[in-house]
């Protein structure tokens, strides 16, 4: 009977969401599993979807006459800033309809507030957000069993959260002084990791010895931060440190010197990823 209401309300509300531009970034797989699950969610039920990557898209393209979707990884308690530098270079609007879906490990709390405060001031109607566990990509990398079950519950309720964004349940609350607060640390952290990898704590590179110069890692960085030195893969000093490059190596040859053991996490093929 509640499924059946549910859907009941689904119809009357698609009216205001018939298309949904979705926006994302996905380091190693998590976010675009759960875009993909929205995805399908909203088809289904006769929303009109278009994914765009993040990295390959321009604000300026944007068509302000469809809804706004976001979807972003957590980074640092906040997200990169690549994707903040997207959603304030957003175009002033009149009323669009926008929702943001975050995966995270299980530390948030920058964003929410304060992204909702950057849209509501441009003009937007944020429609709900929404912040879905799944495993951690960083730092202790699960076993495999832990990791797919994280994953199946994380797909679940990205299917219900845009079951209740199609039928108005749901919601994106303002900042708050916590959120202020959170938004500042975050800032932090982030300048922190620059730092580091500016110091080469925490620089990534390319083992030759492994490597087999497939290119894949040239491929996959959102922020063009690997080129070709003497026939092998250089990184550079703009890392964001989204992993992709250490994740999707299939021979291993990038290390990831802050995770235990250097063990790395990948959710989906690196296909699914690369332009
Ligand atoms: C640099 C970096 C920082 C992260 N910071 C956090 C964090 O502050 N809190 C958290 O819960 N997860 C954090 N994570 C974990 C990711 O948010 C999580 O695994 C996410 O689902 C990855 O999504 P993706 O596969 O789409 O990139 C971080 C991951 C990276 C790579
Ligand atoms: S993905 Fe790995 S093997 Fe391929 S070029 Fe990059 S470092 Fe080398
Ligand atoms: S160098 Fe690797 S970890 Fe850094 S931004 Fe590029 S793909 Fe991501």
């Known amino acids: 009977m509640e499924q059946y ?15 949904v531009n979705f926006y994302y970034f996905s380091g190693t797989g998590n976010t675009f599993l759960v875009a993909k699950k929205m995805e399908a969610t909203f088809s289904r039920n006769g929303v009109k979807v278009n994914l765009y ?43 669009t309809n926008v929702f943001m879906v975050a995966t995270f490990g299980g530390i948030s709390g920058g964003v929410v507030g304060s992204m909702s405060e950057i849209l509501k001031n441009k003009g937007y109607t944020p429609i709900g957000a929404e912040e879905i566990v799944m495993p951690p990509n960083i730092f202790y990398v699960q076993d ?14 990205a299917e219900e959260y845009a ?3 199609m039928s108005g349940k749901s919601r994106w609350d303002s900042a708050s002084v916590f959120s202020d607060m959170a938004y500042y640390i975050s800032t932090a952290c982030l300048k922190l990791t620059e730092m580091s990898i500016n110091q080469k ?6 083992d030759i010895e492994k490597c087999t ?27 964001r ?28 093929k690196a296909r699914e990823l690369v332009k």
């Open 53 to 95: 990557r993040i990295e390959d898209s321009k604000p300026d393209d944007i068509n302000l006459e469809h809804a706004i979707g976001l979807g972003f990884p957590i980074a640092e308690f906040s997200t990169y800033d690549f994707v903040w530098n997207f959603v304030k270079s957003l175009p002033e609007a009149k009323g």
């Open 5 to 19: 209401n549910k859907l009941n309300n689904i119809k009357d509300d698609t009216m205001s969401l018939k298309t």
């Open 241 to 268: 440190y989204c992993l992709r490059c250490t994740s999707f190596c299939p021979a291993k040859a990038i290390s990831c010197p802050i995770n235990y053991k250097g063990k790395t996490y990948r959710a989906v």
């Open 144 to 157: 495999e069993k832990t990791c797919s079950v994280k994953i199946e519950k994380g797909i679940k309720k």
């Open 163 to 165: 079951m209740d964004l």
């Open 201 to 206: 704590l925490i620089h990534l590179k390319t």
């Open 213 to 239: 110069k497939c290119g894949i890692c040239i491929k996959l960085c959102p922020v063009g931060n690997i080129c070709v030195k003497n026939e092998y893969p250089e990184h550079g000093f703009e890392c």
